[in-house]
């Protein structure tokens, strides 16, 4: 996967951001990645899992110019979502749930660490209703954490999360193009597993009892 990816960025993206939003050009993840970091990352989930997620969001509690980031959830972290209803004015889909599993290790001290169940929950404007964010943790709504994130002081009516397949991006998920070369790899260990057991065995002393 490495080396396609490598194959795959022998040369630099071209990428054509607006004014507004250079910035992103050098951070624009949530980890301070820049976008050709991004793509990378991007490109080998394509290749391994078929599948990512990317969401839009923007920091809370900060005053003045606030830029946008992305945050990424890998295939495995987007545990459910909801794209059946259909818009009248687009004739299409629309995304109305997704929920994202953030289960992971939360320092509790200077040396202590715990799990925390954690899922975030993407629900979709409707007539009136605005799009909003839940936050659960062990399974319980924590509602100081729940949202109703706005770009330019203004609410949206969408969610602003794309699901990026192996060929496409839509909600269903694809499969891995890695997937045959993954199977045929496991059928070679398989098959010289057995071989080496059977060498074993053969070289082992076997007890024979005669009358």
Known sequence: A???????????????????????RTSATNLGESLEVLLRRINEEQLVTGRIGLLLDVPTGESGTVRPYIATYGATAITNWD?????????????????????GPVR????????????????????????????????KLVSDKAVEPEISGKNLDFIPFTFINSADI????????????SALSLGIYRGEADYRQTLF???????????
């Open 83 to 103: 794209d059946s209803d259909t818009d009248p004015e687009l004739s299409r889909n629309k995304l109305n749930m997704v929920v994202l599993d953030e289960t």
């Open 108 to 139: 509790v001290s200077d040396f202590d660490w715990e799990n925390l169940e954690r899922h975030r929950v993407l629900k979709s404007g409707d007539k009136d209703k605005s799009y909003r964010v839940d936050v659960y943790e062990n399974g």
């Open 170 to 181: 839509v909600a269903a998920p694809d499969k891995p193009p890695l997937l045959g070369l």
């Open 201 to 211: 065995l053969q070289s082992q002393d076997t007890l024979v009892v005669i009358g």
């Open 2 to 24: 490495r080396a396609l990816v490598g194959l795959m960025h022998t040369k630099p993206p071209s990428i054509e951001l607006p004014k507004a939003l250079e910035d992103m």
